[in-house]
């Protein structure tokens, strides 16, 4: 296994002072790659942060930007509002709409508030409402592959005219209440497990001959990628730590994928949220963050799990994503106006 030596200073006072037993006595931690943060989360925070520097506080935000409380609460200490109602933002407000893309009806109500919008629903899921709004116009019944009251899969399903059935799992499909005649698009969910989707198409497939929609291609790269790593690093490790957020649907799947190559897995917040009783007997122990979570709570837990007695922290090969996306263009940073090249001075 090709990997990375760090170096973690001592853990913070607060950790020491909770350290009970040391079960993680000479265990090594291995981090996976890619982890954290996606192009849509980083854009989604960026458009909040120029947000509050062009236009000063408050910044409103519908949603959670991102599905992580430490990201909410560092935006809010800088002048974001939270908040779950357009009804809630004052008239005229600068607002910017989560990642997880809203419904038609929100952009209705933004509108009708007169409330300046930013949008910062990632370009993937855009994507999504794209297909969805081109099955609608063909005539398609419209099958959304995504988990109820998710916030993305409400986006998706409000950006439609049309009921939209959503369905998780093999048993939903068997469900649905449509002929098998029916002609039948799907779409799926940015953030769902690359297998458990695998297995709802091909039950669709089973169920509707007509049956169209765009494969695996719906699921994001960034998904996809911290999957494939955790499947990777699995077979390799006793336990396997997911730092991310409940509510945060790709984190919670990295737990399922590792649970589902047999290791036991644990989905937390941040380090302070470790039971040292996880621990017990595991001499390696994988470590990624879900595509909403900060890079420094890997470190925190990275600190923790040493003060636990681990006895190094290793990280495998970096694998470069080279995914990026733009902020909308009246936010960019302005650039630098270049030095005009002039003639070389002649000598005579
Ligand atoms: S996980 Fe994928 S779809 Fe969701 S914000 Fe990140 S890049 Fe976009």
Redesign the pocket.
Not at 38 to 41: H, Q
């Given at each position: 296994m090709a990997v990375r030596g760090h170096d973690y200073a001592p853990a913070p006072e607060a950790y020491r002072r909770t350290a009970r037993v040391a079960p993680a006595v000479g265990a090594e931690v291995v981090l996976a790659q890619p982890r954290g943060f996606?192009?849509?989360?980083s854009r989604a925070v960026d458009t909040v942060e120029r947000a509050l520097s062009l236009y000063g506080r408050p910044v409103y935000v519908f949603h959670e930007i991102v599905h992580n409380g430490h990201v909410v609460a560092d935006l809010a200490a800088r002048g974001a509002v939270f908040v779950d109602a357009i009804a809630d933002i004052p008239v005229g407000a600068t607002t910017v709409f989560s990642?997880h893309g809203v419904s038609g009806a929100v952009y209705a109500a933004a509108a009708a508030r007169g409330l300046r919008v930013i949008d910062a629903t990632?370009p993937?899921?855009q994507k999504v409402h794209v297909q969805a709004k081109r099955y609608a116009r063909l005539g398609y019944e419209l099958v959304l592959i995504g988990h109820e009251g998710h916030e993305e899969v409400e986006g998706t399903v409000g950006s439609v005219d049309q009921p939209v059935h959503v369905v998780a799992t093999v048993a939903d499909v068997a469900a649905l209440d449509l002929p098998a005649t029916a002609r039948v698009a799907y779409v799926t969910q940015?953030?769902l497990s690359v297998d458990d989707t695998a297995a709802v198409i091909k039950a669709l497939e089973a169920r509707f001959a007509g049956l169209v929609g765009p494969a695996l291609d719906d699921i994001?790269y960034?998904?996809l990628n911290r999957q494939r790593a955790v499947r990777g690093l699995a077979s390799m490790v006793d336990l396997f730590l997911v730092i991310g957020a409940a509510n945060s649907s790709?984190s919670n799947r990295l737990r399922e994928v590792a649970e589902n190559e047999g290791v036991p897995a644990y989905l937390l917040p941040d380090a302070s949220a470790l039971n040292p009783d996880w621990l017990n007997g595991a001499s390696r122990i994988g470590v990624t963050a879900g595509?909403s979570a900060p890079e420094h709570l890997v470190t925190q837990l990275c600190t923790r799990l040493v003060e636990l007695g681990a006895r190094l922290v290793v990280e495998m090969p970096d694998v470069p994503e080279g995914v990026s996306f733009r902020l909308p263009s009246f936010l960019a940073v302005p650039s630098r106006p270049r030095a005009r090249l002039l003639a070389a001075p002649t000598t005579a």
């Open positions: 996606c192009a849509g989360v990642a990632c993937l899921v940015t953030t994001c960034a998904t790709n595509a």
